[in-house]
């Protein structure tokens, strides 16, 4: 597997790819998904009759302040797990509020404003991701090695199908796209603090043999760039790895 850095600009066949849209496979109707910065509002859905399970990503909550009625009838009840750091709210059927709210501690010093709405739906999670978080994360991975050598690291995990810290790994359903004999299917997209990667699969629908050029796929913002088999007879398929500057690959 060869890396090497290319500057060329990007041939028609790439940039086929990046009108290719990301198709995100939807939760379960109990699970809920949240992105918040410290100090945000979170709005979720809470059971009315069954518990509500918040779970912080890469962290954990430390405390929770919250304003009591006086009357347990009519109050909701907040139950800090501290193996795992969740926390479980659970609504009493006299509950007469159509909503809750508490402010959540981490301990790692992040407050967030949580307010729901209480739902007569069966057991919730809330997992709560803080983008902050991450970033760290991927930067202290980048900051390893020296910039190419941490995009190479990013190939071989790409191409072994790892996670990777701090990464938002996205797998795309698109559709492909075709120019010429060349159809080309965006997979993966991996993104980090500094780094991007990108999976891309690439098929000959042409009847005669296609030679592909890791300089026909790159862009002045590539770093590093690696084909699984660089010459297709018809009808084969290959992967393609691709790694730039976060920001320099574009978002779909």
Known sequence: MAYRRKTRAWSLALCASTVLAFSGSGAQAA???KQAADGASIECAVSARELTRFALVDDQFASVAKISTGTPYNDFAVTNEPLRGDIYVSVPETFAARSISFFATTKKGFVYKVSCQVEPVPAVQVFITNPAIATNKAAGWERETPLETSAVRLIQAMANDRTVDGFEVRQSSALPARVGDLEVQLIADYRGSALAGRVIRLANRGRKPLTLAEADLASSQTLAISIAQPTL????????????????????
């Open 31 to 33: 699970d809920q998904f």
């Open 233 to 252: 007879q018809s009808g084969e398929s290959t992967v393609a790895f691709i790694v730039g500057s976060n920001g320099g690959l574009g978002h779909d």
